[in-house]
């Protein structure tokens, strides 16, 4: 085995050698032909996202648009011919689900919904709770505590029906087995409810299918209390990968989200009901289409008899709903059912667990921490998921955010945070209830990118596999994991210990061995440099100029507590580059100093790229923005725009609000900007150079909708501050000293040269210093330029852009890893600045030689900002 080719661990023989006996692969030998023809888009990309939705395959997008085509579908609820075709294809899709699902209309009823969110609202509103303060015995709601935020937010309609709610944790489940009650008590027919998944949606744990009637019987029992049990059975995610058997395991409610089985369509669920309960549901809002008869001048009102009708308010999603046929057609002749779906996607979990598991750095120190409650022995138990954290050699955890931001290095997409379940992050990563507080008080909200408090993860990372997921998918995946964590003894340590537990679970003796993968960079360390002066390139320079006496007094009274500006070495600290961005990610104009507005440097970042959607386009999406050069003739009042092989074109500086219009994007910290557009010549400049649709807008002047109100110490309280189409703040800051200090790091690992002016570009920073020490100004709480005065928001988070050559537009994922490993697992590089403007007789101005004054802060490390964006210098 010591002397097996290296990289065989993770060779298709291995994985073939380590699949659990009796469980197939790739649907015959048919996988790479599925790939090929329904998902040539997963080119180069590397989807593990499957419990979040699955991708539809193209042949199902034209078997639905051909039936479009050859058919009129009108509105069901009329008579006409059309719609009397819309109503008969429904009906026949509600059969086609129910025969998915092992049932039939005599058992159970479809009723359509939004999703499974709005089918579980549905359960809630509808049950026949009996409230507290009655004479008979009141109802519960009792739920599993691995559950979604859907399920638990039933309790906010139970609460208002002053019904109780129970939260049990998986375990309490089987301890109630031997609960029992009085032979008086038996007879109570008051109705509970409790609810579970069928497989959890953050570690892939398949709770048994059995306790639908082991509890609907009274073996088992949630909590000790008289009356008659239902099961609320969430099998959102459980279908997506697994047959769920409808005559076999009756629960009362099933809701589901269709998206999550084909990818389209979007927007539509179902409500399987048991049709034993369905005359018991109550209803009190009606829409059209469920009424038998209804008066509008008096309280009268008769529902449908059909079940469906009387819950589906308003037309259905008629042509959704026409897809779903196309949809179980599809998947049925791509890979011959749920079964080998099943079994398909449990033996890449399970290979990728078991590699995952085992690999260690030197010091033997786990790389991952898997949250499962299985050993991913046995696709009944266990889904196609698997929940980690990556971890140091020391033990301690890299977050989430830091792991994602690599990942999407390497075009792999995975989910990251707590998945909408609460209760299994809790669980698993031992969050208390106290904790989830403090958090929430440290600026930690559900889905942002805050990964870490204190040390400890808020959240962690899933992958998860579907019916078109392939080994490559997870040789990928692992390929990741390895090249950015482990260092060539790493590698070796980590490989002798997987395929020893490989060979011991599944590969027959005579299997050759393997231990290794291809050759990777070892993790280095950083060693310090002096600081050296960066040259400047070509710049321009505007000739305002302050009063000295006017500056220094200003100056002077920034801050009691500055200070000294030589207290390190004797070196002041001084301006060496101001660069605006008057496009959103393209290139930096570079200055020698430059009028400061209400947003930050004058005209940076005023102007932006859309696509035809009107969403805004960045070098992530469209590297080649980078070679677009904006520059600003103040004089002319133009922006003359070039790039190569293109006649340059010129844009006015004096808006033109002729045709403004409201747009929203998404991600310019997520709110609505009040923009205009620049107009079809400009549009056709950009459309051709960049080979596809788009168009240039620019900010308008009335910024009531783009403002920073976040109350930061030193700032005006409840001061709203004016932003331009940036990220999170007026100002990007970095530090010469800290550029230098990762300049070795990285050239080390690319082992070539690195010009720091390169550096400098691709973190795209509006100011640039000369500081005696690196990484000095994360401990700066204000500072003062001139007589500016900055208030410091936090660190920038960086992303993937810092990997783009902004000369050539080239990729290297290598600077964004390196960033990682040198600043040990963040990925933290600049500042974020703001503006508090002072009342002066003269123009501020930023100029390029200017001394630094700063203010230390309080608390040794900044805080980064809470908003849940990606901190990039667009």
């Known amino acids: 085995m010591a002397g097996a080719p290296r990289g065989e661990l993770l060779s298709f023989p291995a994985f073939q050698a380590a699949c659990p006996a009796g469980y197939e692969y790739g649907y015959s030998g048919g996988l790479r032909g599925l790939r090929e023809r329904e998902f040539p888009r997963l080119r180069g990309i590397t989807y593990l996202d499957h419990a979040g939705s699955a991708l539809f395959p193209e042949s199902l997008l034209k078997a639905f648009?051909?039936?479009?085509?050859?058919?009129?579908?009108?509105?069901?609820?009329?008579?006409?011919?059309?719609?009397?075709?819309?109503?008969?294809?429904?009906?026949?899709?509600?059969?086609?689900?129910?025969?998915?699902?092992?049932?039939?209309?005599?058992?159970?009823?479809?009723?359509?919904?939004?999703?499974?969110?709005?089918?579980?609202?549905?359960?809630?509103?509808a049950f026949p709770w009996i409230p507290e303060g009655t004479k008979q015995p009141s109802s519960r709601f009792c739920y599993l505590t691995d559950s979604h935020t859907s399920v638990v937010g039933m309790r906010g309609i139970t609460a208002s029906m002053n019904v109780l709610s129970v939260p049990i944790k998986p375990k309490e489940i089987f301890l109630s087995e031997e609960n029992s009650l009085p032979a008086e008590e038996q007879n109570c027919m008051t109705p509970h409810l409790f609810s579970y998944p069928a497989q959890s949606n953050f570690s892939g744990t398949k709770y048994p299918l059995s306790w639908i009637r082991d509890i609907k019987s009274g073996k088992l029992r949630p909590i000790k209390i008289q009356g008659k049990w239902f099961v609320l059975?969430?099998?959102?995610?459980?279908?997506?990968?697994?047959?769920?058997?409808?005559?076999?395991?009756?629960?009362?409610?099933?809701?589901?989200?269709?998206?999550?089985?084909?990818?389209?369509?979007?927007?539509?669920?179902?409500?399987?009901?048991?049709?034993?309960?369905?005359?018991?549901?109550?209803?009190?809002?009606?829409?059209?289409?469920?009424?038998?008869?209804?008066?509008?001048?008096?309280?009268?009102?008769?529902?449908?008899?059909?079940?469906?009708?009387?819950?589906?308010?308003?037309?259905?999603?008629?042509l959704d709903i026409i897809a779903l046929k196309h949809g179980f057609d599809v998947l049925e002749k791509l890979t011959g059912g749920m079964e080998k779906i099943k079994q398909h996607t449990f033996v890449l979990a399970h290979y990728t667990y078991t590699v995952l598991s085992t690999l260690k750095y030197a010091n033997g120190a786990p790389v991952i921490r898997i949250y499962s409650d299985t050993d991913f022995s046995n696709p009944d138990v266990q889904g196609p998921i698997i929940n980690f954290n990556v971890l140091d050699e020391n033990g301690e955890v890299i977050g989430f955010s830091e792991v994602d931001k690599m990942a999407s290095l390497y075009n792999i997409h995975v989910r990251t945070g707590c998945f909408c379940n609460t209760g299994a992050c809790q669980i698993h990563l031992g969050i208390s209830n106290e904790n989830i507080q403090r958090n929430l008080q440290a600026g930690h909200v559900c889905g942002d990118d805050i990964d870490l408090v204190d040390g400890r993860p808020t959240g962690s990372v899933r992958i998860s596999f579907g019916y078109m997921s392939s080994f490559e998918d997870a040789q990928t995946f692992l390929k990741f994991i390895i090249a950015t964590r482990l260092s060539k003894s790493d590698t070796e340590n980590a490989f002798q210990s997987s395929v020893t537990k490989l060979m011991r679970e599944s590969v027959p003796d005579e299997h050759p061995s393997f231990n290794s993968v291809d050759k990777l960079s070892p993790i280095l360390h950083i060693s310090d440099r002096e600081l050296s002066k960066n040259s400047s390139a070509t710049m321009t320079t505007v000739n305002w100029q302050p009063l000295e006496a006017e500056e220094e007094s200003i100056r002077a009274a920034v801050s009691e507590t500055a200070v000294p500006t030589c207290r390190r070495g004797g070196k002041p600290i001084t301006v060496t580059n101001i660069y605006l961005y008057p496009i959103k990610s393209c290139s930096a104009f570079e200055v020698t100093e430059w009028p400061v507005g209400n947003q930050g440097l004058l005209y940076d970042r005023n102007w932006m790229v859309v696509n035809q959607n009107g969403v805004c386009m960045t070098q992530k999406q469209e590297p080649r923005l980078c070679l677009v050069n904006p520059s600003i003739d103040l004089e002319q009042k133009i922006m003359v725009i070039q790039a190569e092989g293109m006649d340059p074109i010129s844009v006015s500086l004096e808006e033109n609000t002729g045709k403004e219009a409201v747009i929203c994007e998404s991600k310019v910290c997520s709110h609505r900007v009040k923009t205009y557009d620049c107009g079809e010549r400009i549009?056709?400049?950009?459309?051709?150079?960049?080979?596809?649709?788009?168009?240039?807008?620019?900010?308008?002047?009335?910024?009531?909708?783009?403002?920073?109100?976040?109350?930061?110490?030193?700032?005006?309280?409840?001061?709203?501050?004016?932003?331009?189409?940036?990220?999170?703040?007026?100002?990007?800051?970095?530090?010469?000293?800290?550029?230098?200090?990762?300049?070795?790091?990285?050239?080390?690992?690319?082992?070539?040269?690195?010009?720091?002016?390169?550096?400098?570009?691709?973190?795209?920073?509006?100011?640039?210093?000369?500081?005696?020490?690196?990484?000095?100004?994360?401990?700066?709480?204000?500072?003062?330029?001139?007589?500016?005065?900055?208030?410091?928001?936090?660190?920038c988070s960086r992303c993937q852009i810092i990997c783009i050559d902004q000369q050539s537009g080239e990729r290297n994922k290598e600077f964004l890893q390196s960033l990682s490993a040198a600043r040990g697992r963040k990925t933290n590089f600049g500042i974020y600045l703001m503006n508090q403007p002072l009342h002066s007789s003269f123009p501020d101005i930023l100029s390029v030689g200017s001394q630094v004054l700063p203010v230390l802060k309080e608390n040794a490390e900044i805080q980064p900002p809470t908003s849940s964006e990606e901190k990039c210098s667009g």
């Open 65 to 125: 648009t051909d039936d479009l085509r050859n058919n009129v579908y009108g509105n069901p609820h009329s008579h006409n011919i059309s719609s009397k075709l819309t109503h008969d294809t429904i009906e026949h899709v509600r059969y086609r689900i129910l025969r998915h699902f092992h049932t039939t209309a005599e058992d159970y009823t479809i009723i359509f919904t939004s999703g499974c969110t709005a089918a579980l609202k549905l359960v809630a509103e």
């Open 233 to 318: 059975l969430d099998a959102a995610s459980y279908v997506s990968s697994s047959p769920l058997d409808l005559g076999v395991h009756q629960a009362d409610f099933i809701p589901i989200s269709f998206y999550k089985i084909f990818g389209f369509p979007t927007g539509l669920g179902a409500l399987l009901v048991n049709n034993r309960i369905a005359p018991l549901l109550r209803k009190t809002y009606f829409g059209g289409g469920t009424a038998a008869a209804y008066l509008a001048g008096e309280d009268f009102y008769i529902p449908r008899k059909s079940i469906a009708e009387r819950f589906e308010d308003g037309t259905v999603s008629f």
């Open 683 to 795: 549009a056709g400049w950009f459309s051709l150079f960049l080979g596809r649709p788009c168009r240039l807008i620019r900010q308008s002047s009335d910024m009531k909708n783009r403002s920073y109100q976040k109350n930061t110490k030193g700032l005006a309280s409840a001061t709203n501050i004016s932003l331009s189409l940036v990220n999170e703040a007026q100002y990007l800051l970095i530090n010469v000293a800290s550029i230098l200090e990762l300049k070795e790091h990285i050239s080390a690992r690319l082992e070539e040269p690195l010009e720091i002016e390169e550096l400098i570009r691709r973190f795209r920073a509006n100011i640039v210093i000369s500081a005696p020490e690196s990484f000095e100004e994360e401990e700066w709480a204000e500072i003062s330029v001139g007589a500016l005065r900055f208030q410091v928001v936090g660190p």
